[in-house]
T-cell receptor
Framework: AQSVTQPDIHITVSEGASLELRCNYS??????LFWYVQSPGQGLQLLLK??????LVQGIKGFEAEFKRSQSSFNLRKPSVHWSDAAEYFCAVGFSGSARQLTFGSGTQLTVLP | DGGITQSPKYLFRKEGQNVTLSCEQNLNHDAMYWYRQDPGQGLRLIYY???????QKGDIAEGYSVSREKKESFPLTVTSAQKNPTAFYLC?????????????FGQGTRLTVV
């Protein structure tokens, strides 16, 4: 069965510092990969997605992620974090033709220090 | 604007009551989903539906029921059989096909047992 692991439950960074959030997945074939962001009490907003092609994908709000097949990873990065980036971030994996669900990681809570 | 609307935003339930959470989408998506979110546990799938008049159980369906009488609507009923219903509930929809495999989320309903 497919699974998604986000090893970091909580990360704290200073404003202006760089950020990397880790995501690892388990599945035999190439999945579709997503990063979502959730502000408190809100729904999830898509940051970026990877379907195929270039393994470095650009998203909204200055985020990017890199798919590394050899490491089964899809880490999210941002060169300079803003205070408004404080939120919870979810990695998810899905498969073409499978309408059952996206499988979500347990999330990483990001705190940004002034 | 296309999107997903969940109502109400906050809902209180007395012990032994059934309550229904509304989810409506105007994205013309075939697939719809209900997730439950608890702190530190990510999103867990309750039910999903790929077409009208058809739905399947997810990972935590006990104590919940759904219907899909219209493509646009996928209401969730939390029954008295659900022993621990206090949680944040998210509805999502997803188009079929490779290019639209991402899920779109509503703003959520927070259910509290009083």
């Amino acid at each position: 069965a497919q699974s998604v692991t986000q090893p970091d439950i909580h990360i704290t960074v200073s404003e202006g510092a760089s950020l990397e959030l880790r995501c690892n997945y388990s599945y035999g074939a190439t999945p579709y990969l997503f990063w979502y962001v959730q502000s408190p009490g809100q729904g999830l907003q898509l940051l970026l997605k990877y379907f195929s092609g270039d393994t470095l994908v650009q998203g909204i709000k200055g985020f990017e992620a890199e798919f590394k097949r050899s490491q089964s990873s899809f880490n999210l990065r941002k060169p300079s974090v803003h205070w408004s980036d404080a939120a919870e971030y979810f990695c998810a994996v899905g498969f073409s033709g499978s309408a059952r669900q996206l499988t979500f990681g347990s999330g990483t809570q990001l705190t940004v220090l002034p | 604007d296309g999107g997903i609307t969940q109502s109400p935003k906050y809902l209180f339930r007395k012990e032994g009551q059934n309550v229904t959470l509304s989810c409506e989408q105007n994205l013309n998506h075939d697939a719809m989903y209900w997730y439950r979110q608890d702190p530190g546990q990510g999103l867990r799938l309750i039910y999903y539906s790929q077409i009208v008049n058809d739905f399947q159980k997810g990972d935590i369906a006990e104590g919940y029921s759904v219907s899909r009488e219209k493509k646009e609507s996928f209401p969730l009923t939390v029954t008295s059989a659900q022993k621990n219903p206090t949680a944040f509930y998210l509805c999502a929809s997803r188009g079929q096909g490779k290019a639209v495999a991402e899920a779109f989320f509503g703003q959520g309903t927070r259910l509290t047992v009083v």
